[in-house]
């Protein structure tokens, strides 16, 4: 199956379980794989037959800034749910990191979700 992918969108969010991480802001990035049939707009050159990177972009930024999720859990669980309602999106995989979370984890700490069916 084609996708459509977004790989280390970043942005700030009140995120964490701690007093202290609720009275700032941390950086999220965010990889995003989603499954979609490239070929009605390579034919067309059109745009409205294929998934918007930058409009999701921008989507997920507005969401992300206005959050205020304990979990990385959490918030990916909603921000999937929010991407495959709002762009029909039938399977997606997202990854969320938390870059400066863990002093020693070089590569940073987070989730990897896969939500919907894979189109055959
Ligand atoms: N699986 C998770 N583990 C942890 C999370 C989380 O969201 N999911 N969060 C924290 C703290 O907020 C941490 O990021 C502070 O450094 C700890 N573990």
Redesign the pocket.
């Known amino acids: 199956m084609d996708q459509v992918f977004i790989k280390g969108l970043t942005t700030d969010a009140v ?4 007093d202290w ?1 609720r009275t700032l802001r ?1 950086p999220l990035i965010f990889d995003l794989d989603m499954a979609w049939d490239i070929r009605p707009a390579a034919a067309d050159e059109d745009l409205a037959a294929t998934l918007n990177y930058a409009a999701i972009s921008e989507y997920i930024i507005n969401f992300v800034e206005a959050s205020a ?7 990916a669980e909603q921000l999937a749910a929010q991407l495959r309602k709002e762009f029909h999106i039938p399977w997606l995989r997202l990854r969320v990191t ?1 870059p ?3 002093k020693q984890a070089a590569g940073g ?3 990897v979700i896969e939500r919907g069916v894979l189109p055959s």
């Open positions: 995120i964490g379980v701690y991480e941390q999720f304990l979990l990385v859990e959490t918030l938390k400066t979370a863990v700490v987070g989730v």
